[in-house]
């Protein structure tokens, strides 16, 4: 057992190190990509989608297309009761990436 939380350990940190700077580049909130890289992929495949897994994932959406950008949980929340939108949280974009919600 605790070798398996070992693993999945190395597995966050890893691909923590991957995503931040590319999530900070992209301009998402320090938040959204902290929860995104707490599930790194090994994690989901050996697991079924959460309630919570699933809000976030349709927060990303906009006018019927994924976006690419999975918020927080708190965030997808505020997204769905209508009090803030998924552009208002991207703050900071490198200018290297075409403006969000790229299509």
């Known amino acids: 057992m ?22 900070k580049a992209l301009g998402y909130p320090d938040c959204c990509i902290k ?32 976006t690419g950008f999975i918020p927080c949980l708190f965030h997808a929340k505020e997204i769905i009761a209508g009090k803030i939108t998924l552009q208002s949280l991207i703050k900071n974009r490198n200018p290297k990436f075409s403006a969000f919600p790229y299509r």
Request: net charge positive; glycine share 6%.
């Open 35 to 66: 929860e995104f890289c707490n599930q790194p992929p090994i994690l989901l495949k050996h697991s079924k989608p959460s309630k919570d897994d699933i809000r976030k994932y349709k927060a990303g959406f906009l006018n019927g297309q994924f």
């Open 2 to 23: 605790k070798q398996q939380i070992n693993n999945l350990q190395k597995h966050i940190e890893e691909w923590t190190n991957e995503n931040t700077p590319f999530g």
